[in-house]
């Protein structure tokens, strides 16, 4: 069973949860995506953590015992946050046992960490819930899909592209001294990549936060230094809000699709298009799918554009069952 629940103040938390039964045939539950439910009620028995973007609360998932995410998750939220990660984590492309369900972590390539998790029910029914997704090539096959639509509106122009990896290129290659926009977590670590797998082996200079994630979640970064260590002849890469910070004379961009900064864009993106949302659930073949993530009006866009392809498909908001916490 799929089911919303409502907080303490009698509105809805974020996102989901699932309540089935193992091999055991016991009724497990795992909250997905949401925050922590108070101590003094019923717990479900994990809260899924996919990955540590603010969107999908695992600032309050993390202090829960009953926590599980991949290990440089929980790395990311104790550095994004400056709290410590509670409970039980897992190497991307692991396992892990909870309350005898076999749980796997398969990477979707979103940020460095970003899981999606995989298991079973007593009578083999495949669960697959994706989180976020840049590349869907290493997920498995599912009878039940439960995914995001960040650019999942089939209607609107803005859920298409394709990453610019030439003028990323050709901005490197053309300007010595420039400086990217890109947030501390996440789409900072992949500007770092992108940098490296170009050839660039020069020091990469970083705003303090995006400098720590990067030094504990990427193996191969290479030089990368604060920006008061740097002689003015780094890369740099910051959140876009601090290029106004960075010397006049340097080349400034930003990495994002959208259109609304000062500054010139990198079409860069860590998620599926709309095109890569359709292809990844026709890979699938599920036999349901949910679309749980973002809020807003792109889920139901989404699992209504499914359903005309001839899916069995609902939007989060659609989702009628709602306990209270005395109930989970």
């Not at 960040?150 to 610019?164: K, L, M, Q, V, W």
Request: proline fraction near 5%; charge should be negative; include cysteine.
């Amino acid at each position: 069973m799929v089911f919303r629940q409502k907080n303490t103040k009698g509105t809805l938390k974020p996102h989901l949860s699932v309540k089935f039964r193992s091999d055991e045939g016991k009724l497990v539950t795992f909250s997905i995506d949401t925050t922590r439910t108070p101590a003094k009620y019923p717990q479900p028995d994990a809260y899924l953590i996919t990955h540590a973007h603010s969107d999908h609360h695992g600032m309050s998932a993390m202090l829960s015992d009953r926590a599980v995410c991949s290990d440089k998750t929980a790395r990311a939220l104790e550095i994004r946050h400056d709290r410590i990660y509670k409970g039980r984590t897992m190497k991307v492309g692991g396992s892990i046992d909870i309350n005898g369900v076999r749980v796997t972590a398969y990477p979707n390539f979103h940020t460095v960490g970003s899981t999606s998790f995989y298991w079973e029910n007593e009578v083999g029914t495949r669960i697959l819930v994706t989180g976020d997704v840049k590349d869907a090539s290493m997920l498995p096959e599912c009878d039940v899909l439960i995914t995001e639509a960040n650019y999942g509106d089939p209607g609107d122009a803005t859920c298409y592209f394709d990453d610019d990896l030439m003028g990323f290129r050709n901005v490197l290659q053309d300007n010595p001294c420039v400086a990217f926009g890109a947030y501390a977590f996440g789409k900072a670590q992949r500007t770092v990549e992108l940098l490296r797998g170009l050839g660039y082996n020069g020091a990469i200079a970083m705003e303090e936060k995006s400098l720590a994630l990067t030094r504990y979640l990427l193996e191969d970064a290479g030089d990368v230094i604060g920006l008061e260590e740097s002689c003015g002849d780094a890369v740099c890469v910051v959140p876009p809000w601090d290029l106004d910070k960075l010397p006049v004379g340097m080349s400034k961009y930003v990495m994002t699709g959208r259109c609304d900064y000062r500054y010139p864009t990198i079409q860069i993106s860590d998620h599926l298009d709309a095109r890569g949302l359709t292809g990844m659930v026709q890979a699938m073949d599920p036999e349901f799918t949910l679309v749980y993530h973002p809020s807003g009006h792109r889920p139901g866009r989404f699992a209504a554009h499914l359903r005309g392809l001839g899916f069995n498909a609902l939007s989060l908001d659609k989702v009628s069952n709602v306990l209270s916490n005395e109930f989970i």
